[in-house]
Protein backbone atom coordinates (compact mmCIF):
# COMPACT_ATOMS: atom_id res chain seq x y z
CA UNK A 1 0.00 0.00 0.00
CA UNK A 2 2.87 2.49 0.93
CA UNK A 3 4.43 1.57 -2.92
CA UNK A 4 0.55 2.59 -4.10
CA UNK A 5 1.28 5.89 -2.59
CA UNK A 6 4.31 6.26 -3.21
CA UNK A 7 3.37 6.39 -7.15
CA UNK A 8 0.33 8.82 -6.40
CA UNK A 9 2.60 11.73 -5.42
CA UNK A 10 5.35 11.19 -7.77
CA UNK A 11 2.80 11.10 -10.57
CA UNK A 12 1.60 14.68 -9.09
CA UNK A 13 5.03 16.22 -8.21
CA UNK A 14 5.64 15.08 -11.88
CA UNK A 15 2.69 17.29 -13.27
CA UNK A 16 3.35 19.70 -10.87
CA UNK A 17 6.80 19.95 -12.53
CA UNK A 18 5.00 20.34 -16.10
CA UNK A 19 3.25 23.20 -15.62
CA UNK A 20 6.52 25.38 -13.85
CA UNK A 21 7.68 25.02 -17.64
CA UNK A 22 4.92 27.60 -18.93
CA UNK A 23 4.69 29.92 -15.48
CA UNK A 24 4.14 33.62 -16.50
CA UNK A 25 7.39 34.17 -13.96
CA UNK A 26 10.70 33.66 -16.40
CA UNK A 27 13.04 32.52 -13.84
CA UNK A 28 10.59 29.61 -12.99
CA UNK A 29 10.37 28.33 -16.22
CA UNK A 30 14.35 28.50 -16.92
CA UNK A 31 14.79 26.37 -13.26
CA UNK A 32 12.01 23.94 -14.68
CA UNK A 33 13.11 23.47 -17.89
CA UNK A 34 16.95 22.83 -16.89
CA UNK A 35 15.49 20.10 -14.28
CA UNK A 36 13.66 18.84 -17.49
CA UNK A 37 16.34 18.77 -19.22
CA UNK A 38 18.80 16.92 -15.95
CA UNK A 39 16.35 14.14 -15.07
CA UNK A 40 15.37 13.59 -18.47
CA UNK A 41 12.11 13.99 -18.62
CA UNK A 42 10.50 12.48 -21.09
CA UNK A 43 6.91 13.80 -20.88
CA UNK A 44 8.43 17.43 -20.91
CA UNK A 45 9.16 17.20 -24.93
CA UNK A 46 6.32 18.46 -26.08
CA UNK A 47 6.04 21.80 -23.66
CA UNK A 48 9.78 21.44 -23.99
CA UNK A 49 9.67 22.45 -28.20
CA UNK A 50 6.96 24.93 -26.97
CA UNK A 51 9.85 26.74 -24.40
CA UNK A 52 11.96 27.20 -27.80
CA UNK A 53 9.38 30.29 -28.63
CA UNK A 54 10.04 31.57 -25.37
CA UNK A 55 10.22 35.40 -25.30
CA UNK A 56 13.19 34.74 -22.61
CA UNK A 57 16.73 33.72 -25.07
CA UNK A 58 18.43 31.56 -21.96
CA UNK A 59 14.84 29.68 -21.45
CA UNK A 60 14.95 29.08 -25.50
CA UNK A 61 18.40 27.88 -24.49
CA UNK A 62 18.22 25.67 -22.03
CA UNK A 63 14.83 24.63 -23.83
CA UNK A 64 17.34 23.21 -26.49
CA UNK A 65 19.85 21.54 -24.92
CA UNK A 66 17.41 19.57 -22.62
CA UNK A 67 15.32 18.52 -25.93
CA UNK A 68 19.33 16.98 -26.89
CA UNK A 69 19.81 15.02 -23.54
CA UNK A 70 16.64 13.76 -23.66
CA UNK A 71 16.25 12.59 -27.40
CA UNK A 72 19.41 12.27 -27.99
CA UNK A 73 18.93 14.26 -31.39
CA UNK A 74 21.64 16.86 -32.05
CA UNK A 75 21.03 17.71 -35.81
CA UNK A 76 17.67 19.93 -35.08
CA UNK A 77 18.33 23.58 -34.28
CA UNK A 78 15.29 25.62 -34.60
CA UNK A 79 11.44 25.22 -33.57
CA UNK A 80 10.25 24.66 -36.85
CA UNK A 81 12.34 21.41 -36.89
CA UNK A 82 11.31 20.13 -33.20
CA UNK A 83 8.17 20.54 -34.57
CA UNK A 84 8.07 18.63 -37.82
CA UNK A 85 9.57 15.92 -35.87
CA UNK A 86 7.24 16.12 -32.95
CA UNK A 87 4.49 15.47 -35.62
CA UNK A 88 6.22 12.69 -37.56
CA UNK A 89 7.92 10.45 -34.27
CA UNK A 90 8.46 12.54 -31.79
CA UNK A 91 4.71 12.08 -30.11
CA UNK A 92 4.77 8.15 -30.27
CA UNK A 93 8.56 7.93 -28.53
CA UNK A 94 7.87 10.74 -26.19
CA UNK A 95 3.56 10.90 -25.12
CA UNK A 96 3.08 13.44 -22.82
CA UNK A 97 1.92 13.10 -19.17
CA UNK A 98 -1.83 12.63 -19.09
CA UNK A 99 -2.79 10.98 -15.76
CA UNK A 100 -5.60 13.17 -13.89
CA UNK A 101 -6.34 12.35 -10.04
CA UNK A 102 -9.39 10.82 -10.96
CA UNK A 103 -7.46 8.15 -13.01
CA UNK A 104 -4.64 7.84 -10.16
CA UNK A 105 -7.39 7.17 -7.62
CA UNK A 106 -8.70 4.79 -10.18
CA UNK A 107 -6.05 2.57 -10.70
CA UNK A 108 -5.28 2.45 -6.94
CA UNK A 109 -8.75 1.48 -6.04
CA UNK A 110 -8.01 -1.22 -8.54
CA UNK A 111 -4.66 -2.02 -7.41
CA UNK A 112 -6.05 -1.95 -3.58
CA UNK A 113 -9.04 -4.38 -4.90
CA UNK A 114 -6.59 -6.74 -6.26
CA UNK A 115 -4.54 -6.82 -3.50
CA UNK A 116 -7.43 -7.53 -0.67
CA UNK A 117 -8.76 -10.37 -3.21
CA UNK A 118 -5.38 -12.06 -3.19
CA UNK A 119 -5.34 -11.56 0.90
CA UNK A 120 -8.74 -13.30 1.68
CA UNK A 121 -7.96 -15.73 -1.27
CA UNK A 122 -4.62 -16.72 1.06
CA UNK A 123 -6.62 -17.04 4.14
CA UNK A 124 -8.86 -18.92 2.51
CA UNK A 125 -6.51 -21.37 1.44
CA UNK A 126 -4.85 -21.66 4.75
CA UNK A 127 -8.26 -22.17 6.31
CA UNK A 128 -9.09 -25.28 4.06
CA UNK A 129 -5.90 -26.64 4.52
CA UNK A 130 -5.89 -26.53 8.16
CA UNK A 131 -9.85 -28.01 8.21
CA UNK A 132 -8.60 -30.61 5.63
CA UNK A 133 -5.53 -31.18 7.89
CA UNK A 134 -7.44 -32.01 11.05
CA UNK A 135 -10.40 -33.78 9.03
CA UNK A 136 -7.94 -36.02 7.89
CA UNK A 137 -6.11 -36.98 11.19
CA UNK A 138 -9.43 -37.42 12.72
CA UNK A 139 -10.10 -39.67 9.73
CA UNK A 140 -6.77 -42.04 10.27
CA UNK A 141 -7.39 -42.22 14.02
CA UNK A 142 -10.33 -43.85 13.62
CA UNK A 143 -9.25 -46.13 10.90
CA UNK A 144 -6.33 -47.35 12.88
CA UNK A 145 -8.97 -48.33 16.30
CA UNK A 146 -11.30 -50.01 13.57
CA UNK A 147 -8.34 -52.25 12.74
CA UNK A 148 -6.64 -52.79 15.76
CA UNK A 149 -10.66 -53.33 17.34
CA UNK A 150 -10.73 -56.13 14.44
CA UNK A 151 -7.01 -57.42 15.27
CA UNK A 152 -7.75 -57.82 18.73
CA UNK A 153 -11.23 -59.42 18.74
CA UNK A 154 -10.16 -61.99 16.26
CA UNK A 155 -7.16 -62.89 18.42
CA UNK A 156 -8.86 -62.99 21.41
CA UNK A 157 -11.72 -65.47 20.14
CA UNK A 158 -9.26 -67.95 19.29
CA UNK A 159 -7.82 -67.69 23.22
CA UNK A 160 -10.43 -68.47 25.20
CA UNK A 161 -7.75 -68.35 28.57
CA UNK A 162 -6.69 -64.76 27.58
CA UNK A 163 -10.30 -63.75 28.35
CA UNK A 164 -9.13 -61.22 31.28
CA UNK A 165 -6.62 -59.80 28.57
CA UNK A 166 -9.51 -59.20 25.95
CA UNK A 167 -11.36 -56.89 28.57
CA UNK A 168 -8.14 -55.38 29.38
CA UNK A 169 -7.67 -54.45 25.36
CA UNK A 170 -11.74 -53.75 25.22
CA UNK A 171 -11.54 -50.88 27.64
CA UNK A 172 -8.53 -50.27 26.19
CA UNK A 173 -10.23 -49.66 22.90
CA UNK A 174 -12.73 -47.92 24.84
CA UNK A 175 -10.49 -45.68 25.97
CA UNK A 176 -9.64 -45.09 22.14
CA UNK A 177 -12.55 -44.56 21.01
CA UNK A 178 -13.49 -41.58 23.39
CA UNK A 179 -10.21 -40.37 22.63
CA UNK A 180 -11.11 -40.61 19.10
CA UNK A 181 -14.64 -38.58 19.80
CA UNK A 182 -13.36 -36.52 22.03
CA UNK A 183 -10.58 -35.83 19.03
CA UNK A 184 -13.20 -35.26 16.58
CA UNK A 185 -14.67 -32.53 19.26
CA UNK A 186 -12.06 -30.87 19.06
CA UNK A 187 -11.92 -30.57 15.18
CA UNK A 188 -15.06 -29.27 15.15
CA UNK A 189 -14.19 -26.84 17.73
CA UNK A 190 -10.98 -25.56 15.65
CA UNK A 191 -13.00 -25.41 12.34
CA UNK A 192 -15.49 -23.04 14.19
CA UNK A 193 -12.32 -21.03 15.33
CA UNK A 194 -11.01 -20.90 11.93
CA UNK A 195 -14.70 -19.70 10.37
CA UNK A 196 -14.22 -16.75 13.58
CA UNK A 197 -11.04 -16.26 12.98
CA UNK A 198 -11.58 -15.97 9.22
CA UNK A 199 -14.10 -13.37 9.25
CA UNK A 200 -12.38 -11.47 11.48
CA UNK A 201 -9.21 -11.50 9.10
CA UNK A 202 -12.09 -10.46 6.56
CA UNK A 203 -13.40 -7.24 8.71
CA UNK A 204 -9.82 -6.48 9.38
CA UNK A 205 -8.85 -6.15 5.82
CA UNK A 206 -12.17 -4.58 5.05
CA UNK A 207 -10.98 -1.70 7.39
CA UNK A 208 -7.73 -1.64 6.22
CA UNK A 209 -9.43 -1.18 2.63
CA UNK A 210 -11.48 1.83 4.02
CA UNK A 211 -8.93 3.49 5.86
CA UNK A 212 -6.53 4.07 2.54
CA UNK A 213 -9.15 4.76 0.88
CA UNK A 214 -9.86 7.89 3.05
CA UNK A 215 -6.01 8.65 2.83
CA UNK A 216 -5.47 8.11 -0.55
CA UNK A 217 -8.80 10.24 -1.16
CA UNK A 218 -7.82 13.01 0.67
CA UNK A 219 -4.42 12.75 -0.77
CA UNK A 220 -6.17 13.12 -4.20
CA UNK A 221 -7.80 16.40 -3.30
CA UNK A 222 -5.32 17.80 -2.15
CA UNK A 223 -3.21 17.00 -5.32
CA UNK A 224 -5.77 18.69 -7.05
CA UNK A 225 -5.76 21.64 -5.04
CA UNK A 226 -2.16 22.19 -5.88
CA UNK A 227 -2.53 21.45 -9.90
CA UNK A 228 -5.27 24.15 -9.69
CA UNK A 229 -2.75 26.29 -7.55
CA UNK A 230 -0.36 25.59 -9.73
CA UNK A 231 -2.12 26.47 -12.81
CA UNK A 232 -3.47 29.97 -11.08
Known amino acids: MATLIAVVLALGFQSADLQRLENMDPEIRYHAVCLAGQERNTAAVRKLIGRLRDTEPRVQAAAQEALVKITRIADLKDVESWEAWWAKEGRTRFPELAVTSDEILRQVDTRVDNRLSI ?78 RKAEVAAFLDKIRKEQEEVISRRGDELGSELAHELR
Open 119 to 196: DMAAVEAKVTGARNDVRVMAVSMAVAIFIFLIVMIFFVGHVSSKIKGWRELVSRAEIYVKHGQELTERTDKIAAELET
